[in-house]
């Protein structure tokens, strides 16, 4: 009756001592082709990063029941989750050398539910304002048929490194 699932991860403090010691997107760059690895919350949801560019990110997840809230379909925090990475990694990848950031705030709107039949979802995150010490970004979730599952904006603070 029981199910399980084993993950492992490497030093958390690879990655996290690698933002701001080069542009955010050169660090991002880095990450998608391996050279930095994943955060722990990669492993733990199966979350992946498969795109970057200037201001935009996508992070994709193939649902299963382990992501499943009581009522049988992918728990909220499973999406305010991706949807944070997809803001938050955004305004990563607009910063300058010697910058870091932290959210502030996410404020979700969840629109469709998600289950293991839903298949591969995408979190895609772009900025909308960068400034001195803020950042506004927004992240869309989607099916694979592009269908809008949830929105979200973040207001990240940016500091030195």
Same mark, same amino acid.
């Given at each position: 009756?029981?199910?399980?699932?084993?993950?492992?991860?490497?030093?958390?403090?690879?990655?996290?001592?690698?933002?701001?010691?080069?542009?955010?997107?050169?660090?991002?760059?880095?990450?998608?082709?391996?050279?930095?690895?994943?955060?722990?919350?990669?492993?733990?949801?199966?979350?992946?990063?498969?795109?970057?560019?200037?201001?935009?990110?996508?992070?994709?997840?193939?649902?299963?029941?382990?992501?499943?809230?009581?009522?049988?379909?992918?728990?909220?925090?499973?999406? #305010?989750?991706?949807? %944070?990475?997809?803001?938050?990694? $955004? !305004?990563?990848? *607009? &910063?300058?050398? +010697?910058? =870091?950031?932290?959210?502030?705030?996410?404020?979700?709107?969840?629109?469709? #539910?998600?289950?293991? %039949?839903?298949?591969?979802?995408? $979190? !895609?995150?772009? *900025? &909308?304002?960068? +400034?001195? =010490?803020?950042?506004?970004?927004?992240?869309?979730?989607?099916?694979?048929?592009?269908?809008?599952?949830?929105?979200?904006?973040?207001?990240?603070?940016?500091?030195?490194?």
């Amino acid at each position: 009756m029981g199910r399980t699932r084993t993950f492992d991860w490497e030093d958390p403090n690879i990655l996290s001592a690698a933002v701001g010691q080069d542009s955010g997107l050169d660090t991002m760059r880095e990450w998608l082709a391996g050279r930095l690895p994943d955060p722990p919350i990669s492993a733990s949801l199966g979350l992946s990063l498969e795109e970057v560019e200037q201001g935009r990110v996508v992070f994709a997840l193939v649902p299963g029941e382990e992501h499943y809230n009581p009522i049988g379909s992918v728990h909220g925090g499973v999406y #305010a989750t991706m949807l %944070d990475s997809a803001a938050g990694c $955004a !305004v990563l990848s *607009v &910063l300058p050398k +010697g910058m =870091r950031y932290t959210s502030l705030d996410l404020n979700v709107k969840f629109l469709r #539910a998600v289950t293991v %039949d839903t298949g591969k979802i995408r $979190a !895609v995150g772009t *900025v &909308l304002k960068s +400034g001195r =010490r803020t950042a506004l970004a927004q992240a869309e979730l989607f099916d694979s048929s592009d269908r809008l599952l949830a929105h979200a904006t973040s207001s990240c603070m940016l500091f030195p490194a």
